[in-house]
């Protein structure tokens, strides 16, 4: 078969009907999860951040595999959704089928799906890479991409491998996170395997993310917006995956609830790559940004006031509870305004240069209005203001007739 007729056939294969299936296929692996976790005895609130962040990749895939099938980003986020989902399905199952002793079948398979969270997430890396084109143009970077892609699928292999070993010599034997023993915690040969795996895939992500970032400096225009939501949907889904998996398998159950809930903001990824890839409305990422920074720091600084507040109300001066959290809760709600003007002017000085002139200069033309009686001068700071603060291409003053 000719080259071309096997990219033929790739594109014939990646078709919306496709995605229909595994969008569908996602769904019934997400509906799964209830029933699982009820015969496990297994608490949603642990598990259930980590299966909601996997819904916007299911959701954002199934998007842009429908919008533009040929892109590789859409299957991998479909990849990365059902992965995630199959890995707790496939924990719950374990749970069943050996501590619980019922020995289901299909049980060494479930132990190995479980193990599919790992391969799953270092998918990031070759959707960092892809970004936004789903293409590599230098014949350089498509080798190292096959040679991440190899080594990924030699590490899923030799996973198959350390879990029949289990199976087969009869030792399976289940952490706090469903998974097998010997593989999260791993000695011997799988223990050097995950070693290469790791001195390979780290450099491949940070090269990734590298490339990227050079893009971002020789770029103008769209392609530098699209690359500034890559860049705050990686931060933020890199900080959330790493407190997330920071926390240890001895944690409490409360602690792992609120880890997963931390964990979910891997979800900014899908969802901001998705925005950049369908390119709607990119213009507005300055403004998400100094919104979502503005109010975040706002709420902190009240949460902090509100706190100290009604601890010194308690302690220092001996008030009632009741009556410290009453003032403080005022306290609170009549800052919230002040506050929020301030700080939203501060960010966007900062992070949106563009409202903070044109807040100012409207200011400035508000300014002059109260000397102003000639209505030619009013007019033409009229459209000077307007072409400073919007740059319209086109600019016309229509004056009704007094007569």
């Not at 969270?117 to 230098?138: E, M, Y």
């Not at 002059?368 to 000077?384: I, K, M, P, R, Y």
């Amino acid at each position: 078969m000719s080259p071309a007729d096997l990219a033929g056939r790739r594109f014939r294969l990646a078709s919306p009907r496709t995605a229909m299936a595994l969008v569908i296929l996602f769904a019934v692996v997400a509906l799964a999860l209830v029933p699982l976790s009820l015969l496990a005895r297994q608490s949603l609130q642990v598990n259930g951040g980590e299966a909601l962040g996997a819904v916007p990749f299911g959701v954002v895939g199934f998007v842009l595999a429908r919008r533009v099938p040929r892109n590789p980003i859409g299957w991998l986020f479909l990849a990365i959704g059902i992965c995630l989902l199959l890995s707790i399905d496939s924990g719950f199952y374990a749970v069943i089928s050996y501590p619980f002793g019922h020995h289901l079948p299909l049980g060494p398979a479930a132990l190995f799906l479980y193990e599919l969270w790992g391969p799953a997430l270092s998918l990031f890396a070759l959707v960092v890479l892809l970004f936004p084109d789903g293409t590599l143009p230098a014949r350089s970077s498509r080798a190292i991409m096959g040679l991440f892609v190899a080594v990924l699928v030699g590490f899923t292999a030799a996973l198959g491998v350390a879990v029949a070993n289990v199976v087969a010599g009869h030792h399976v034997v289940l952490d706090s996170f469903d998974g097998l023993a010997v593989i999260d915690h791993a000695t011997g040969w799988f223990a050097l395997v995950q070693m290469i795996f790791a001195l390979i895939g780290l450099p491949f992500l940070l090269w990734s993310v590298a490339r990227q970032f050079v893009a971002w400096r020789r770029s103008t225009g769209e392609r530098r917006q699209q690359l500034k939501w890559l860049a705050s949907g990686v931060l933020i889904a890199v900080l959330a995956l790493v407190c997330g998996l920071a926390v240890p398998g001895s944690a409490s159950a409360a602690v792992r609830a609120i880890a997963n809930v931390i964990s979910f903001g891997i979800v900014a990824l899908p969802v901001s790559i998705g925005v950049a890839v369908l390119r709607y409305r990119l213009y507005e990422i300055d403004r998400i940004v100094s919104r979502t920074l503005a109010y975040t720091i706002v709420t902190g600084l009240l949460v902090g006031v509100y706190a100290g507040l009604v601890l010194l109300a308690t302690q220092v001066f001996g008030f009632h509870t009741e009556v410290a959290v009453a003032a403080a809760t005022l306290a609170a709600a009549a800052l919230v305004n002040p506050v929020r003007r301030r700080v939203q002017h501060v960010v966007d000085r900062r992070f949106n240069r563009a409202r903070y002139d044109a807040d100012r200069i409207v200011a400035g033309f508000a300014a002059g209005l109260q000397g102003a009686v000639e209505l030619t001068a009013l007019t033409d700071s009229l459209t000077g203001t307007v072409q400073q603060a919007l740059e319209p291409v086109h600019l016309s003053v229509w004056v009704k007739d007094s007569g």
